[in-house]
């Protein structure tokens, strides 16, 4: 690869000699993109969109946002030709006219990412990109149109067809590794023996998507136990010593903690797709597999209580009855669920099956659900009926326990 | 895979069941693609997409064309609803108004084909639907909107960045191999063991893109012999039995055959960067190559000549006389070269620089061009400079040998 | 490699400058043998290694067999300093008398072989220089001795343990597969259409073992094809057009073929094992397969009707009934089966299922048996004792089908 | 694997019931290791091997020096039988009388290992097994005989042309990469942070060999770190943070640990050819890199300082005189040097380059040396020399600088 990215060097170099152009380290990223959107971008492009690439790695976060703006204001959709396309396309529908709409509606910047695109490794690096856009969109809003670009664009390099689930196992390249503990959201990582203790034993499971241009980097990544039995305290399963089972035993795989990777991968779902297939990957080996459960935080009870003013209860039960009413009542003003983990699992045509207190024991189970945790139940009989229901009318499928649970807690508190 | 399949088969049924829809069997294609673009596609969408394109696949011609008459004219663009956001975006632009523009811009097709990439192997399934609309376009153009869509994604999946450089050789896979044997479309490889002299011998190579959710299918590739000097017959490559060199003495790469596999790959360029870097590749591994060259067919030469009532002459000389001045000075309405092979290296930056007469002794080589062939020369110090007047001013660059011949064309037969 | 290669060329030279000596390519192999053989053997080892499998590959037969004869004589057991080291053993055992017993009795072609084998790629050359031996042994019978010691040494480097099943399909190296073109000892492959219908249908299956200092060339590779019930005829297997059935949709898999690759591992015998673990495979794969049977030739028949003066039955009938009694009854002299693949399959734990007339109709298959065949049945439950009582007792495990087949020749012809 | 293991346990088990035998879990391992040389132990052997291995491993020292001690005695040469076949041989030299002599010469424990060794992963446990019998021999020396004769076979089975080199990298697996942190022999890593630091930056490289039964356990490892100019302190290289260089920009490459890494491979050499093949492979990668230099400890020093009587001199100079003087003239009995790392390195035809005071600061170090290290440099074109010298006389290679260092030693201290 680096003797490619030598000679493309060189080519790019004499490219600017011979045509008697100034050094493009000496030129603005601006003028960088305009170049590689130009008639000779075929030629050179390559070597034109690693510097490109590199100078924008080197780049402060006011550069940056500088560099977006430019995207978001002069590489942005002309209005005025779109309007005019439309107008002919009318007038006189054909695919001349159709594809002179087509052209016009498409701002140059998609095009700008795609010709960055061409170089190996470039795609990893305008992910990261959107990271950045993301942040920096907080404070200048006018920047979000070139993300709404992005994000189109990934969508389609990120459909699910490209994406390749594959195992993390104790014997996955430590490179890929170490992003696992980087990346684990839910229950941190703190070294690489509690990694081991994740991924060695035989009735551990951990798997990933990722995308093969970007083969060392996990996209999203799901950690899973097989269990005898539906846990209720996430110390359970993994707290040291514990007895370790043959796969063959378990009845029960438990999705203990889901996390997504890639921040610049925002708004791109792929988590549904994540849990469909591992389940059909793990029936198929393990037949005995009947049970597809989570063990999952509520992240968004204390909040919950305290913008509604109500204190978190001292008693374990009383705790698990308000948190079985705010899993099943507690809205937004879209309709869908506060909670952002049950709006996806319930999304996906789980249950709430079970609730548990002095389930997580952490700092920040503690602080954001008082340690309660809740069980996600994916039954293969009802996930469809569970989806269709929760995405037409916003029903939400629960176990006969969880709503009399639920009942409980308005007699309680109310 | 196939348990995959089950289990989303499975699902898939039982959706409708559930639903008390009717069997999708019993559906219509056109109701499939509605039901896929519909909200409750997420969970079932895999097995829906799976099934519309076993469908698809086992429909003949006219009902190909009428589902295709259905995208074109039923999942196409909204204008008028395009033409209201642009007025809303154009009065009070904002993220919001963008993004609507850019919902409207699109037509549900493409959102389709999106959906339909997300079943394994449904990315090949896409190339070959769209093979299949290029060949019924040519009955009914207003499909053509419909390959406008499918290019345009097509563009996005298939960006330089994804493809991947592999070597073919003989002991690549068998089932990737006989693709080579039936893709060849500039010297036929009439059996294996033409095939194996292609590939074994240590002074032969060659190389294929490919895209990763097709990674049994070649996109293209280029066969190449290492040589000592420039040849100028392609009997002298192919032709058995031969003395082989081993790949260290060589001093020159010939590329002799460049094929598309893809038919439905049609328009999506890279073969420009396919010799860019096998070039590249090359380079490293024998640094003792300096030349770069191709010997190329003539493919138009025999048709212009009878298109401009000029005979072919007999005498070797003067058929390479001609051939230089048709290269040098035969152009299509739009100013480009009228050979496409030529249009295709002069494009990528490339010189003529050698021309031979009783080079391709093929029955497709004397009718196409009398036998004569042409080296193009990739001189890496100039390529750029060439591409550069070549793409701003339609220069053609040439030996000075090749211009001495095509002047010498001008004194015998005008 | 090559560089490797020629560093280590480079060092050998200059090791004989250094030192004075002549070049060793003045030298015979046999001085070459001693220089390996000899204490500075460790550093320019390889080099003279390499450089001597060289010289050997380039000798013609005659002398081939001078240097075998060199090895039988010159490099065999000091039988004098052998009864030495033993005496002095039993005088007083301890390590190092042991040690000296070990050393004596191990002739220095031994340590000869085990030094040639240092060099990558060496295996495969020393296997094919046993199957020179074995060739030139027919006329020399003194070079017996040093086959028994590279049989002894191959039996430790081709342990089971060490041995890779691969499975052999349409996606397999185009090398690998001229391979089998070329091995296939039963069931003649005439092309690679012919080979593509015994690999790419999934009603068929192919594996090989492997050794991994051999990567390219398998060892022994058994054909198996899945059917529903067992078939009578091999025409049934291999002519086309055909129907083809869904693997799953198979309940017994027949071993049609199964062929030795390597002349030079003759007496290694790794067929038994090679069974063994295909059938385990294919029934983790595929629970429904209940049967495992072979169908197979019976080459030894017309042989022993020949020699035992009977005559070939016209009647299919009578065929089936003296082939039957042909298995159940004919013995070498040792008391084993007369046919050698009876003694395989029935030294294996199998037992004979059922005869067919007409079963194979190729030239071969008329020559050797008159068209009959054989199942062989892999019956799991009796295979351990099938297996005890033809290795204590010589008794024949057989179908009472056949036995009844066999007891009706008794009546015709006798 | 574990389906396999399954059916052969299933066979094992009705093999055991079929015949009427006693459950082979209440047989003693020397019953089952007379069961598996017996006749029958072709079928049902793979299962035999499995279970006595499983049971192996679960015995305490006492049990496992039990069992080492029938091998010594129960399956060991039969003296008698040998030299009746030696008398036969020698009157009647034969294949067949041949035959015999090397049957006799073999004890059945020879044979009980190959055995053993079929069923996948054996590989690994022999090995361990004889890690084991080292332990236990230095009670029990008459355990000897039994090492002589599993060196014998290791030496065949990990001849050289069996292993395979592999580089070691950061993204190598995690299990293989917890390996190299335990087995690091000469400057421990202390973390993954710290063998990260020696992994991933491009101036640092790690090679194993491997063998392919063991995939997983690398057998001896090599670091190297490449340089400007070549290093005098270990924590130049090992320190942190330092400058890392482009891998291009070096000009030397220093060996600066090489482990050993499984205890029951003692005794058979494959160091030397570890640092031949790496210096090839990183020659051929970097073709810049001139100089090839290890800077290793001296362990030796400071205990041959106290056996004869000398004190370790306070002044860094003379330090590094007293440990030139070590290097070149302190010996064993045997004549050869008494420092073990300089064996290894003079016997590979390297020479004591340079000589450094203060250069490792560690415990051991300073323990063992004083801190004073030592660079054995392997100059390409002196190394068949030096070794050729070394083997027959003797000689000890080195700088000019280094022999003045330990002459101005004689003057300081005698």
Known sequence: ???????????????YLAAGDPDPRNRSLEELARDLLGSSGEISGMALARHMLDRYA??????????????????????????????????????????????????PRQELARRLNQVPGAT?????????????????????????????L????????????????????????EKIIAYEAVHAIDSWDDLRRRLAPQDRRCFAFFHPAMPDEPLIFVEVALTRGIPGAIHDLL????????????????????????????????????????????????????????????????????ETGRPLPEEPEARRAIAARYLLEARRADGTPFDP?????????????????????SANGLRQSG????????????????????????????SPAVRALAASADKKTD
Chains 1, 2, 3, 4 share one sequence.
């Open 1 to 15: 690869m680096s003797v490619l990215a030598d000679l493309l060097a060189a080519l790019f170099e004499r490219r």
């Open 58 to 107: 080197g780049l402060g976060d006011a550069d940056k946002a500088a560099f977006f703006g430019f995207l978001a204001r002069d590489l942005s959709l002309d209005a005025e030709a779109l309007r005019a396309a439309l107008q002919a396309f009318e007038a006189a529908p054909s695919r001349e006219s159709y594809a002179a709409v087509m052209a016009a509606a498409e701002p």
């Open 124 to 152: 990893g690096q305008l992910v990261a990109m959107r990271a950045d856009l993301l942040r920096l969109m907080r404070e200048d809003p006018g920047l979000g149109v070139v993300d709404l670009d992005l994000r189109h």
């Open 154 to 177: 990934f969508s389609s390099w990120f459909n699910r067809g490209f994406l390749v689930l594959r195992p993390i196992s104790w014997s996955s390249p430590a490179d890929v590794l």
């Open 239 to 306: 707290s040291e010593p514990r007895e370790t089972i043959r796969a063959q035993e378990a009845d029960t795989a438990v999705f203990y903690s889901i996390s997504n990777c890639q921040p610049g991968l925002a708004g791109i779902s792929f988590g549904n797709s994540l849990i469909k297939q591992v389940v059909a990957d793990l029936a198929q080996e393990l037949p005995d597999l009947g049970t597809f459960v989570t063990l999952s935080p509520i992240p968004g009870l204390a909040r919950w209580l305290s």
């Open 341 to 361: 983990v049950a709006r996806f699992h319930l999304g996906n045509g789980a249950l709430i099956h079970a609730i548990h207190a002095g389930a997580d024991r």
């Open 371 to 398: 340690g309660v945790m809740v069980n996600y139940l994916y039954d293969r009989a009802r996930i469809v009926r569970n989806h269709e229901r929760f995405a037409t009318t916003g029903q939400i499928a629960a």
